[in-house]
């Protein structure tokens, strides 16, 4: 195909919402272009969830190296600065080789990490990290975020309720640094020239992609997730580690102690999935307003948009 010699040298980024097809999407482009997949998903690092996170199977990653799928441990909590120092290496080995790089994901954090640049703050030392998370037990979510908006207020305005783990972060950077994490954050770099990659970014009808996020559960109940979530409570994890924080865990969890029924749970879990995927579309549509678009969710029909996307997939810059 044309666009195969067009992206020699470059890297391919596709993003998506959960359940939107992106990861069939980006197979079938990187067999087009001799092409490495990179995940971008902060969930389908975590090898504890094969299931829930929807990590390719090992069929679909036949014929296909792919990177950075279920290579970490629960119990160990991956931030986006340690998912880029992992990734930048094996992009640039893909381009050494002559292959190109599909980086694909729903975790939009990282591709503005990759884009925009991801902000070089000092490590936190333990203390104050144990202070801030006694801080937060003493205060409560609301008075905490008071607290930032005092000395941060763009970090308190950007990060969503309920969102301890950045909350806290924030605050850590202030307290370890004297320095608020928004400022950090304006003087970076992007990881990537603009002139390395091209995107696309799937933003399907929501009503069609709801449908998917409730089917996809659905699958993955029958796919072993009640085992899947059984494994992962025995290993005793902290609650705010990301990976207990998936979509599916908190729902099954109460079903596994005996709160709810099956049923119950399910519901719960399809209602958070699509609540997720709506936080996945506002924050993509806001946030790549120039990234080509992928409107259709059937497989054929979207593979074919992708295609007409040839012209449209020129290097940024």
């Not at 980006?26 to 690092?45: F, K, P, S, Y």
């Not at 933003?203 to 998917?212: G, M, N």
């Not at 506002?282 to 790549?288: C, G, I, P």
Request: glycine fraction near 8%; aromatic fraction near 6%.
């Amino acid at each position: 195909m044309a666009y195969a010699e067009n992206m020699k040298g470059q890297i391919l980024l596709i993003a998506g919402p959960t359940a939107s097809g992106k990861s069939a999407l980006a197979l079938r482009a990187a067999r087009a272009v001799d092409g490495e997949i990179v995940n971008a998903d902060a969930l389908q690092l975590y090898a504890d969830l094969r299931v829930l996170s929807a990590r390719p199977s090992e069929a679909e990653q036949a014929g296909v190296p792919h990177h950075l799928f279920g290579v970490a441990d629960g119990a160990d909590g991956w931030s986006v600065g340690r998912w880029l120092r992992a990734a930048s290496p094996i992009l640039a080995d893909i381009l050494a080789r002559g292959r190109t790089p599909v980086m694909v994901g729903g975790t939009g954090l990282y591709f503005k990490a990759l884009t925009e640049g991801l902000a070089d703050v000092p490590p936190t030392p333990a203390a104050v990290r144990q202070s801030v998370t006694a801080m937060f037990d003493t205060l409560g979510e609301d008075r905490f975020r008071a607290l930032l908006a005092s000395a941060d207020p763009d970090a308190a305005r950007r990060i969503e309720a309920g969102d301890r783990m950045r909350l806290s972060r924030a605050m850590e950077v202030l307290e370890a640094t004297g320095r608020p994490l928004s400022a950090w954050q304006a003087d970076t770099a992007p990881a990537l020239e603009p002139s390395a990659w091209r995107a696309a970014v799937i933003l399907p009808d929501r009503a069609e992609l709801y449908a998917r996020c409730d089917a996809r559960f659905d699958a993955m109940l029958a796919g072993g997730a009640l085992e899947e979530v059984r494994a992962l409570l025995t290993k005793g994890l902290n609650p705010n580690l990301p990976v207990m924080k998936a979509v599916g865990v908190r729902e099954l969890e109460r079903h596994l102690a005996g709160e709810l029924t099956l049923e119950a749970a399910a519901d719960l879990a399809r209602q958070e999935t699509r609540r997720y995927a709506k936080r996945q579309l506002t924050w993509l549509r806001n946030q790549t307003p120039d990234w080509p678009r992928i409107t259709e969710i059937a497989p054929e029909a979207a593979w074919g948009q992708f295609l007409a996307l040839e012209t449209a997939l020129t290097p940024s810059a």
